[in-house]
């Protein structure tokens, strides 16, 4: 007998906000459905229901006898942070599969031997990952729920883990913004939008396709809404005044019922909007530093208190134009490299000197703004232009007037991780650095850095383990970072991705 999970009408509201609103959908094994959709349109919230980790508002999940369901969430769970990795491996999977995430663990590059009496809270985050998807795995449920699975791997991890899922037998229903994820795991594609659900069959730019013609087919009909509204206004005030003859009132009635329905639902829905646009936003024009040295590293050294140096005597330069990606696996020490280059660590030796008189912007997951503050008065301030200014400049990350002014701890993360994009490429700046700047973002606001990192004439330095992200930047130069030397590499991703692979 077939293992299937069926949602029922089900409605999730969190206060005043609606996230699913009467979804229908049905999940069967052995289906390969990625789940994509912005920041905040309820993804992981519709994991959780299938999980049965949340209760719906409304409607009924009913799973088939015997289905088992496995849910690996975004971020490791807080009440397990204080466990060992071998308590953690035998509270939530048991002794008899031990041994199987062992092996899977090992491949993924973690060894549970050597880790088994560490606390899962010491663990980096990608070990933490590792674990958590390789007990998933080893249970060998009927549903593998995922919830961005490729957080905080590395990028040799990431081909390894999709290796391991690829040869999953049971169902597999998993969040992810990375294309390459997508297309390497998906058969069908299930979008979370305005509370509903749209699945198409097929990849990534199956799903593209499918998604455009949908916005043609909204479109559409908001038009024809928009239509039949100005005609009912000038029907009403007719209908008005001869109803206040007393004549032809259910008419009246009937005219002022759909013009009030029409308009709600119009205001409600609003005009349909291609999220796929790509934002225009000033590049660099500089030509000051025109085939000159940008930065010049001599002898860096740098460990952290007692342990041992992440890298010793590093040398190199970065010149005008470059859009370095920088390479390692993780724990190399690529991020605290960055740091010493932004000048937030000090190194033990050596120096990082940038050319003078450039503008440098760094960019991480952390920048953080007031949350009181709106998309408006952030870039008003970062920019000092007017207001209108400000809207001109947000109205081409795609905000509309009304999210203009709302305070940002209102708005979606990838609407927030916009202002940041806007901002950063927006200056004008002579050097861009950018740490890991696809985690966490929506396929709309990836669309958009990459758009952006394309066609800017600022240098780029670039962390990501986004392998799509990496393929589809033009041009680039490999830095690899491994066992304490940076090199700079003339070989293909692959030819790159195999080197670390092996260590």
């Given at each position: 007998?077939?293992?299937?999970?069926?949602?029922?009408?089900i409605?999730?509201?969190?206060g005043?906000?609606?996230?699913?609103?009467?979804?229908?959908m049905?999940?069967?094994?052995?289906?390969?459905?990625?789940?994509?959709?912005?920041?905040?349109?309820?993804?992981?919230?519709?994991?959780k229901?299938?999980?049965?980790?949340?209760?719906?508002?409304?409607?009924?999940v009913?799973?088939?006898?015997?289905?088992?369901?496995?849910?690996?969430?975004?971020e490791?769970?807080?009440?397990h942070?204080?466990?060992?990795?071998?308590?953690y491996?035998?509270?939530?999977a048991g002794?008899?599969v031990?041994?199987?995430?062992?092996?899977?663990?090992?491949?993924?590059g973690?060894?549970?031997?050597?880790?088994k009496?560490?606390?899962?809270?010491?663990?980096?985050?990608?070990q933490?990952?590792?674990?958590?998807?390789?007990v998933?795995?080893?249970?060998?449920?009927?549903f593998?729920?995922?919830?961005?699975?490729?957080?905080?791997?590395?990028?040799?991890?990431?081909k390894?883990m999709?290796?391991?899922?690829?040869?999953?037998?049971?169902a597999?229903i998993?969040?992810?913004?990375?294309?390459?994820?997508?297309?390497?795991?998906?058969r069908?594609?299930l979008?979370?939008?305005?509370?509903?659900?749209?699945?198409?069959?097929g990849?990534y730019a199956?799903?593209?396709?499918?998604r455009?013609?949908?916005?043609?087919?909204?479109?559409?009909?908001?038009?024809?809404?928009?239509?039949?509204?100005?005609?009912l206004?000038?029907?009403?005030?007719?209908a008005?005044?001869k109803?206040?003859?007393g004549?032809?009132?259910?008419?009246y009635?009937?005219?002022?019922?759909?013009l009030?329905?029409?308009?709600?639902?119009?205001k409600?829905?609003k005009?349909a909007?291609?999220t796929?646009?790509?934002?225009?936003?000033?590049?660099?024009?500089?030509?000051l530093h025109?085939?000159?040295?940008?930065?010049?590293?001599?002898?860096?050294?740098y460990?952290?208190p007692?342990e041992?140096?992440?890298?010793?005597?590093?040398s190199?330069?970065?010149r005008?134009?470059?859009?370095?990606?920088?390479?390692?696996?993780?724990?190399?020490?690529?991020?605290?490299?960055?740091?010493?280059?932004?000048g937030?660590?000090?190194?033990?030796?050596?120096?990082?000197?940038?050319?003078?008189?450039?503008?440098?912007?760094?960019?991480?997951q952390?920048?953080?703004?007031?949350?009181?503050?709106?998309?408006?008065?952030?870039?008003?301030?970062?920019?000092?232009?007017?207001?209108?200014?400000?809207?001109?400049?947000?109205?081409s990350v795609k905000?509309?007037?009304?999210?203009?002014?709302?305070?940002?701890?209102?708005?979606?993360?990838?609407?927030?991780m916009?202002?940041?994009?806007?901002?950063?490429?927006?200056?004008?700046?002579?050097?861009?650095?950018?740490?890991?700047?696809?985690?966490?973002?929506?396929?709309?606001?990836?669309?958009?850095?990459?758009e952006q990192c394309?066609?800017t004439?600022?240098?780029?330095?670039?962390?990501?383990?986004?392998?799509?992200?990496?393929t589809e930047l033009?041009?680039?130069?490999?830095?690899?970072?491994?066992?304490?030397?940076?090199?700079?590499?003339?070989?293909?991703?692959?030819?790159l991705?195999?080197e670390?692979?092996?260590?």
């Open positions: 007998m077939q293992k299937t999970i069926s949602l029922k009408d409605t999730v509201d969190f005043t906000k609606t996230v699913l609103d009467c979804v229908s049905r999940f069967a094994v052995p289906d390969r459905v990625s789940v994509v959709g912005e920041n905040g349109e309820g993804k992981s919230t519709l994991l229901v299938i999980a049965g980790t949340l209760e719906p508002s409304d409607g009924v009913h799973k088939s006898n015997g289905t088992r369901v496995h849910y690996v969430p975004q490791f769970l807080h009440e942070m204080d466990l060992t990795v071998e308590a491996i035998t509270q939530t002794h008899q031990y041994q199987r995430i062992e092996h899977l663990a090992k491949d993924m973690f060894s549970v031997p050597r880790h009496d560490t606390l899962c809270r010491s663990l980096s985050g990608g933490q990952k590792i674990i958590a998807l390789a998933g795995v080893a249970l060998r449920p009927d593998l729920l995922l919830d961005e699975p490729e957080n905080h791997l590395d990028i040799v991890t990431r390894k999709l290796h391991i899922l690829q040869h999953f037998s049971g597999l998993c969040i992810s913004h990375d294309r390459g994820v997508i297309d390497t795991l998906a069908s594609v979008e979370v939008a305005k509370g509903k659900l749209h699945l198409s069959e990849g199956d799903y593209r396709e499918a455009l013609r949908r916005i043609e087919g909204a479109q559409r009909t908001f038009d024809t809404e928009e239509k039949r509204i100005t005609q206004k000038k029907a009403y005030v007719i008005q005044q109803a206040y003859r004549k032809e009132t259910a008419a009635h009937r005219i002022k019922d759909e009030e329905t029409l308009t709600q639902s119009h409600t829905n005009r909007a291609d796929f646009t790509k934002i225009k936003l000033s590049s660099s024009t500089s030509d025109q085939s000159k040295l940008l930065l010049k590293v001599t002898g860096l050294t460990g952290y007692g041992k140096p992440l890298f010793k005597k590093l190199f330069d970065i005008v134009g470059s859009h370095v990606v920088l390479l390692g696996r993780n724990g190399s020490g690529k991020s605290t490299l960055l740091k010493l280059l932004e937030r660590l000090v190194p033990q030796s050596g120096t990082a000197e940038w050319a003078p008189g450039i503008a440098v912007r760094y960019f991480d952390h920048m953080n703004f007031n949350p009181q503050h709106t998309p408006c008065e952030v870039v008003e301030e970062h920019f000092g232009v007017s207001a209108e200014r400000a809207k001109a400049i947000l109205g905000f509309d007037l009304e999210r203009m002014e709302r305070p940002l701890e209102s708005l979606s993360g990838g609407e927030r916009r202002v940041k994009f806007a901002i950063v490429f927006g200056m004008n700046p002579d050097v861009i650095v950018l740490d890991e700047p696809t985690n966490h973002v929506d396929i709309t606001t990836w669309d958009i850095l990459l394309n066609k004439t600022a240098t780029l330095i670039l962390v990501t383990h986004d392998e799509e992200f990496i033009e041009p680039k130069l490999f830095y690899v970072l491994n066992q304490s030397e940076l090199t700079v590499r003339h070989k293909t991703l692959d030819e991705l195999a670390l692979s092996a260590i």
